[in-house]
């Protein structure tokens, strides 16, 4: 089982829907979650950090976390064409000031016009 | 804003060649990363550094080094060049472990 799972997609939604991205995670105690958002040719960018569970709101874009599920899921709400991106989830396995991300393979979304 | 700048955006390198990649941040952050990033393999951690001249390796870190003698500077070297290396490269830093990265643009890296 990878460490941190998420669907390659590409998940295709169009213009003004609610993309819905999802990832899961192995270790229990794990503390931190982080959604990036990679352009084609580009670095990645954090978008969103989590860290208790819950719905976390910024903007269109909402994180949500399920500790006893081990699920982490990004919404985007009202999805635009400039949206289309890979999205990595990274989670920080370990606790305490050890520890690293461990990066998803990310999911590709295509919001169309 | 955290500035993380990779001195190359696109390198073209020889077989064998030693290859070194430049990272530098200028908000005094402790911990500097170097990932490796491919195409259905996402992102690699090949060495980490928590402070000047202190060094912990990654996930794939056979054939490379790092230096740091800077807090501001982690450098990533590819002792021998090999066309396997071929991949993008990416410098991160934080100032919190664990928490979010702020990453470089990136250098392109091709081994022929």
């Known amino acids: 089982q990878k460490e941190v799972e998420q669907n390659s997609g590409p998940l295709s939604v169009p213009e003004g829907a609610i993309a819905s991205l999802n990832c899961t995670y192995s270790?229990?105690?794990?503390?931190?979650f982080f959604w990036y958002r990679q352009y084609s040719g580009k670095s990645p960018e954090l978008i969103m950090s989590?860290?208790?569970?819950g719905d976390k709101e910024d903007g269109r874009f909402t994180a949500q976390l399920n500790k006893a599920s081990q699920y982490v899921s990004l919404l985007i709400r009202d999805s635009q064409p400039s949206d289309s991106a890979t999205y990595l989830c990274?989670?920080?396995?370990?606790?305490?000031?050890?520890?690293?991300?461990?990066f998803g393979q990310g999911t590709t979304l295509q919001v169309k016009p | 804003d955290v500035k993380v700048t990779q001195s190359s955006r696109y390198l073209v390198k020889r077989t064998g060649e030693k290859v070194f990649l430049e990272c530098v941040q200028d908000?005094?952050?402790?911990?500097m990363f170097w990932y490796r990033q491919d195409p259905g393999l996402g992102l690699r951690l090949i060495y980490f550094?928590?402070?000047?001249?202190?060094?912990e390796k990654g996930d794939i870190p056979e054939g490379y080094s790092v230096s740091r003698e800077k807090k501001e500077r982690f450098s990533l070297i590819l002792e021998s060049a090999s066309t396997n290396q071929t991949s993008m490269y990416l410098c991160?830093?934080?100032?919190?472990?664990?928490?979010?990265?702020?990453f470089g643009s990136g250098t392109r890296l091709t081994v022929v």
């Open positions: 991160a830093s934080s100032l919190i472990l664990g928490r979010g990265y702020t």
């Open positions: 270790d229990r105690v794990s503390q931190s």
């Open positions: 989590i860290y208790s569970n």
């Open positions: 990274a989670v920080k396995h370990g606790s305490g000031n050890t520890g690293k991300l461990i």
């Open positions: 908000m005094d952050h402790e911990n």
């Open positions: 550094s928590y402070d000047v001249k202190m060094k």
